[in-house]
């Protein structure tokens, strides 16, 4: 089968390689979408943490379920599937409290592991998703909105709240959405106009911010009464970004850091502690997520096309990978199709 690897940060390689073996309780799928996401692009960058090359990526991923070695009988060779592409120990402190998405020893498809731009690939039936009738389009974009899901779940959002979402890209757009079903009241924040006017024309989102802006205190305190959002979730995995948000925030509000850089956070002590703020990870997903997020598609409550602005086929991915880095080419989700 065919597979894209990248070998060194800059690099990607096609290389044909021996179909994957299946092995007792794993399935094989033939993969027809690939999602390109952020975890992707910093791979390719050399700026991604917990990385190691060479590795294939991927793991926003959808197919069709070809054979299953010890399969429940609800699954039936032929249906379109996703899965949960982090591989839990099932034994550890967080698998134990119900936390399998930080696992201590996780192994995420596309990061520790080899992921899914190749033809086939076999994983744990554990970790399988029934399709539901969604479209294999719809199926490759669940793990990254149950990303955002998460996160939103993590903060607690509850109705009537400002949630200030720091970020507009395809997971900062997810948080929005799910954010939004849970009855907040969005900010959205970035530096590139154009995402913010994809916010405002796709998602509806009414207050939008330039972090470049001078004001950007003044206005965050005319759009909440001035009370300041009490929720800010960042999406940008970016350290200034990261550091400055903690001045958004309101008295008794929560930080989530959904975004992932590998630097330190600085903030002042005395400001966050009068607070009395709330500062916590969101890592992953879990499978609650991912049937929410699926439940929302279903009911129309999130519309998956909107976020797709780039597709190619698979023997074109080599070439068109390094421009989806750019801004300046309004890459919101690069969709890989392996048909």
């Given at each position: 089968m065919k597979t894209l690897i990248c070998t060194t940060p800059g690099e990607l390689?096609?290389?044909?390689?021996?179909?994957?073996?299946?092995?007792?309780?794993?399935?094989?799928?033939?993969i027809r979408r690939i999602g390109i996401c952020g975890t992707?692009?910093?791979?390719?960058?050399?700026?991604?943490?917990?990385?190691?090359?060479?590795?294939?990526?991927g793991h926003e991923l959808s197919g069709e379920l070809i054979k299953a070695n010890g399969a429940p009988p609800e699954f039936k060779e032929g249906e379109?599937?996703?899965?949960?592409?982090?591989?839990?120990?099932?034994?550890?402190?967080?698998?134990?409290s119900n936390k399998p998405n930080c696992c201590t020893t996780l192994k995420v498809c596309g990061v520790h592991i080899d992921g899914g731009m190749v033809e086939y690939l076999t994983v744990p039936i554990r970790s399988l998703v029934h399709g539901q009738g969604l479209s294999f389009d719809e199926l490759a974009l669940v793990e990254p909105l149950a990303i955002g899901a998460h996160g939103v779940r993590r903060a607690a959002v509850q109705p009537g709240e400002f949630v200030l979402v720091i970020g507009a890209g395809p997971i900062g757009l997810g948080i929005m959405e799910f954010a939004r079903i849970a009855g907040a009241n969005v900010?959205?924040?970035?530096?590139?106009?154009?995402?913010?006017?994809?916010?405002?024309?796709?998602?509806?989102?009414?207050?939008?911010?330039?972090?470049?802006?001078a004001d950007v205190t003044e206005q965050l305190k005319r759009i909440t009464n001035n009370d300041m959002p009490t929720v800010v979730i960042d999406a940008t995995g970016s350290q200034k970004a990261i550091n400055n948000a903690f001045q958004y925030m309101?008295?008794?509000?929560?930080?989530?850091?959904?975004?992932l850089q590998k630097g330190e956070i600085s903030f002042?002590?005395?400001e966050f502690h009068k607070r009395e703020s709330t500062l916590m990870s969101s890592r992953n997903a879990t499978r609650e997520d991912f049937n929410h997020v699926i439940t929302s598609m279903k009911n129309g409550l999130v519309k998956p096309?909107?976020?797709?602005?780039?597709?190619?086929?698979?023997?074109r991915v080599k070439?068109?990978?390094?421009?989806?880095?750019?801004p300046a080419n309004g890459v919101i989700k690069a969709m890989v199709s392996m048909e």
């Amino acid at each position: 089968m065919k597979t894209l690897i990248c070998t060194t940060p800059g690099e990607l390689v096609y290389q044909e390689k021996e179909m994957p073996s299946l092995a007792p309780d794993h399935a094989m799928i033939r993969i027809r979408r690939i999602g390109i996401c952020g975890t992707d692009l910093h791979a390719f960058e050399g700026t991604q943490p917990y990385f190691e090359y060479p590795r294939i990526l991927g793991h926003e991923l959808s197919g069709e379920l070809i054979k299953a070695n010890g399969a429940p009988p609800e699954f039936k060779e032929g249906e379109a599937v996703t899965f949960i592409p982090y591989f839990n120990c099932g034994t550890c402190i967080a698998c134990r409290s119900n936390k399998p998405n930080c696992c201590t020893t996780l192994k995420v498809c596309g990061v520790h592991i080899d992921g899914g731009m190749v033809e086939y690939l076999t994983v744990p039936i554990r970790s399988l998703v029934h399709g539901q009738g969604l479209s294999f389009d719809e199926l490759a974009l669940v793990e990254p909105l149950a990303i955002g899901a998460h996160g939103v779940r993590r903060a607690a959002v509850q109705p009537g709240e400002f949630v200030l979402v720091i970020g507009a890209g395809p997971i900062g757009l997810g948080i929005m959405e799910f954010a939004r079903i849970a009855g907040a009241n969005v900010i959205a924040m970035d530096i590139n106009e154009h995402r913010l006017a994809f916010c405002k024309d796709k998602l509806q989102v009414a207050h939008t911010v330039n972090a470049k802006d001078a004001d950007v205190t003044e206005q965050l305190k005319r759009i909440t009464n001035n009370d300041m959002p009490t929720v800010v979730i960042d999406a940008t995995g970016s350290q200034k970004a990261i550091n400055n948000a903690f001045q958004y925030m309101a008295h008794g509000a929560r930080y989530v850091l959904v975004g992932l850089q590998k630097g330190e956070i600085s903030f002042s002590h005395p400001e966050f502690h009068k607070r009395e703020s709330t500062l916590m990870s969101s890592r992953n997903a879990t499978r609650e997520d991912f049937n929410h997020v699926i439940t929302s598609m279903k009911n129309g409550l999130v519309k998956p096309a909107t976020y797709i602005t780039h597709r190619v086929s698979f023997d074109r991915v080599k070439d068109e990978f390094e421009s989806w880095l750019n801004p300046a080419n309004g890459v919101i989700k690069a969709m890989v199709s392996m048909e």
